[in-house]
């Protein structure tokens, strides 16, 4: 895409043209879905990343620069949203670790650190899919149960419940593995 082009483009999004985002979406959606696919998530898929990306431009329109390349701009804002989302998943991994996995000389090394990641997933992706949601949107996605209660339109209390039994079940499986 040329210089110019892109200049009217950012223009247009500036400026709340719908048609604009939607021409934006079909020239970068690919390309953006095959970067994407380059990074490993186990809670979110490429298109996830690029939906969020482009509703990150279209909520941030105003900030988009003009004499910078779209190009660029789409693809930092890309990698910035999978990057804090990798850092957000493996910190909440370590966290899960720490809770669910015991501590000892002959837990510390790498093979049985990724053996044990690799099951805790595994565990995880047999919750059941609304206690997975919850229990992702807490832990994975750091909200609290006041905007998972909102989100999702259910109370605190069944949020806390979800939570219980999904650490009870992960506590069961590892402890049987």
């Not at 015991?102 to 992706?125: A, M, Q, S, Y």
């Not at 109370?155 to 999904?166: E, G, P, V």
Request: glycine residues 2%; positive net charge; charged residues 30%.
């Amino acid at each position: 895409m040329e210089k110019g082009d892109t200049y009217f483009l950012v223009r247009a999004l500036k400026s709340g043209d719908i048609n604009s985002l939607e021409k934006v979406y079909k020239i970068y959606y690919s390309k953006l879905y095959w970067f994407s696919k380059k990074f490993d998530s186990a809670t979110m898929e490429s298109d996830d990343f690029v939906q969020q990306t482009f509703l990150k431009i279209w909520e941030n329109r105003d900030q988009l620069k003009d004499n910078v390349s779209l190009d660029q701009q789409i693809f930092i804002i890309c990698k910035n949203l999978i990057l804090n989302h990798l850092k957000r998943e493996a910190k909440t991994v370590a966290q899960i670790e720490e809770i669910y996995l015991p501590k000892n000389e002959e837990t510390e090394g790498v093979e049985f650190k990724n053996t044990n990641i690799k099951k805790l997933r595994l565990i995880i992706e047999k919750l059941p899919p609304k206690r997975k949601n919850i229990f992702l949107l807490h832990k994975i996605d750091n909200l609290t149960y006041e905007e998972i209660s909102v989100s999702l339109g259910i109370s605190k209390k069944t949020i806390a419940n979800h939570i219980y039994l999904a650490h009870n079940y992960i506590k069961e499986e590892l402890c049987e593995s």
